[in-house]
Structures are given as C-alpha cells and as structure tokens.
C-alpha cells in the first residue's frame, strides 16, 4: 500500500463518493501532495511504516478536514 492509499483509507466514504469519478484521482493526489508540502513530518511518519492511533487520528481529522473545505467550496456538501 503506497502513502497515498494509507492516507485516502481514512478519508470518510461519504466524502468520495460524492466526488465524480472523472475527478476522484485529481482530488486525492492533490489532497496528498498539499499534506507531503504542508505537513511533511506526519506525512513522512505514513510514508516509512506504521503510523500509532493518534497519528492516523490526526491524519484522518486533517485529510476530512481539507476534503470537507473543498467540497463545499464546491457545492458538494
């Protein structure tokens, strides 16, 4: 499983579901590279193994929270 897939896991299925599929890859990767620019410890921590509970809790808050703000500036929620 690549960093990516680690991190779109925790993202709400609700929140994907609602996206189209023509634009779901575009969404996630540019959810993931904005985390690798902006949050490059937590990322990094996904990237090099087995994050603890609290890591993929902060990560799971973090990753909603951006698709939440996008997809109301979208009109999606």
């Known amino acids: 499983m690549t ?14 579901e609602k996206i189209p599929e023509k634009f779901r890859q575009h969404a996630t990767e540019g959810t993931c590279n904005l985390i690798a620019r902006e949050h490059t410890d937590l ?15 902060e990560m799971a808050d973090l990753v909603n929270g951006i698709f ?10």
């Open 3 to 16: 960093t990516n897939e680690k991190i779109i896991a925790l993202v709400k299925p609700e929140y994907l």
């Open 43 to 57: 990322y990094k921590v996904f990237e090099e193994g087995e994050p603890t509970a609290e890591q993929k809790q």
């Open 68 to 77: 939440e703000q996008r997809m109301k500036r979208h009109n999606m929620l």
